[in-house]
């Protein structure tokens, strides 16, 4: 059901694509930033939030324009904020410059530095030099970047990574080290959030879990699918930092729909209290589906207090701390990513174990004990072969051995 909900999201996006395409007034549009960008896989979801902002359009309909684009990795950090829309697309235009600047004329700015205005600027929205940002050529080569502020509060400044895309005099996008923010960009805008909406991404990253409320928030459906469940009783166990980190390198490799499957695997339906997870010998029900739609679960095992849960794949990991116990919602720590599939099968390039599955710490192997739950047998065609070759391995090294 969420990977349905994540491709009806898809299909709607596209839609809005389209829509937004054959709606738009006739510029002369030289270029298409949705295009461009679309050619650089670490760009997909700064690409996707100007989209969702409509800064897309802003952008294509403009020329001599420079977009300092940042890749997915340090947009983590702001998506989770969870920012409303408007001071979104404030802090966003903040990265459209209205002028030309590419990696040439960063390197030989009159007097090595330079004030540009933004699309924040020109939004209107912006009070007095806020929504200017000045170009520094620093010693050593570094550009960086920052935002004039009101007064002489700056906003944080950032540094020129490459140059993504140039066609002079029109449409430079250059990569930069992360978002540039500014407390004007940031005012509150007119738009407020939902209040009675847990904020379980500001409890995962205050407590060591910012890893992987980055990926949710990254990854596409995860937040919506969840939202929609928080308020009927929902637990997450929440992979620690260290474990998300271990874990990242495999799940950059894996299909889009394997990726958001493993995210969604995190949040089990239901409202468990410490007390009823120590009860253990439930399976639990996820929001993942595997390919045939059929929810996949995992299960919980507790002895002396301790409480495990074990993956419909049989990796394991333990419950190490209560980060929030309020009805409905519980989020527990876990130390390591829970896989609900096979992940070379899913691996969109060359086969990667990765610490999931190689590293004894994160991918500790349950001992034969992991119940299979509800669904996890079934249409895995993969999974049966990747299970053949695994028995076929065995004997051979049994063989050799005897
Ligand atoms: C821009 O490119 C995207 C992706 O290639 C496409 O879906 C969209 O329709 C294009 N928009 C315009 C205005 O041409
Ligand atoms: C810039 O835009 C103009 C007019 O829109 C176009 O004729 C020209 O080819 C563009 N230049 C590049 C390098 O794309
Ligand atoms: C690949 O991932 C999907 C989830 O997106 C899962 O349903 C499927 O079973 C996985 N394939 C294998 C062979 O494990």
New binding site residues.
């Given amino acids: 059901m969420p ?1 349905v909900g994540g491709r009806s999201a898809l299909v709607l996006f596209v839609t809005a694509a389209v829509l937004v395409a054959t709606s738009a007034p006739a510029w002369s549009a030289a270029h298409n930033i949705t295009a461009i960008l679309s050619g650089h896989r670490d760009l997909t979801e700064f690409s996707r939030e100007l989209t969702a902002t409509g800064l897309a359009d802003d952008i294509n309909g403009r020329n001599t324009i420079t977009v300092l684009a940042v890749d997915d990795a340090h947009m983590a950090p702001l998506k989770a904020r969870g920012l409303p829309r408007g001071t979104l697309r404030h802090v966003l235009s903040l990265h459209v410059l209205v002028d030309y600047y590419d990696d040439a004329k960063l390197h030989g700015l009159p007097g090595g530095s330079a004030d540009v205005s933004t699309l924040f600027q020109a939004s209107g929205d912006a009070p007095g030099s806020a929504g200017m940002v000045e170009i520094a050529d620093r010693r050593g080569g570094r550009v960086a970047f920052a935002p004039q502020d009101a007064g002489a509060a700056r906003g944080t400044a950032v540094f020129y990574v490459k140059a993504v895309h140039q066609a002079p005099y029109n449409i430079s996008v250059l990569q930069v080290s992360g978002v540039m923010s500014s407390p004007a960009a940031e005012a509150p805008s007119s738009s407020s959030p939902d209040p009675s909406r847990l904020d379980f991404s500001d409890v995962m990253s205050k407590n060591g879990c910012g890893r992987f409320a980055g990926l949710i928030a990254a990854t596409a459906g995860a937040s919506a699918a969840f939202d929609k469940h928080t308020r009927d009783g929902f637990t997450f166990f929440c992979p620690a930092d260290k474990a998300v980190e271990a874990f990242e390198p495999t799940f950059e490799k ?2 889009a ?2 990726r ?2 493993v995210v969604l695997y995190h949040g089990a339906l239901g409202h468990y209290s410490t007390q009823a997870l120590r009860a253990g010998h439930d399976d639990l029900a996820t929001l ?5 739609g059929t929810t ?1 679960g995992f299960a919980v095992h507790s002895a002396g207090g301790k409480v495990t849960l074990v993956s419909a794949t049989h990796n394991a990991a333990r419950v190490t701390r209560t980060l929030a116990d309020a009805d409905p919602v519980a989020v527990y720590m876990i130390d390591a990513v829970l896989v ?3 992940l070379t ?2 691996a969109s390039s060359p086969p990667d174990l990765g610490p999931s599955e190689s590293d004894g710490r994160s991918g500790r192997k349950d001992g034969g004990d992991g119940r299979k739950t509800s669904g996890s047998a079934p ?5 049966g072969w ?1 299970a053949s070759a695994l028995v076929f391995t065995t004997l051979l090294t049994a063989f050799a051995s005897g």
């Fill in positions: 990977l894996l299909r729909d394997a958001l499957a993942a589906s595997d390919d045939a996949v609900p599939f096979s099968a899913n249409g895995w065609p993969r999974r990747v």
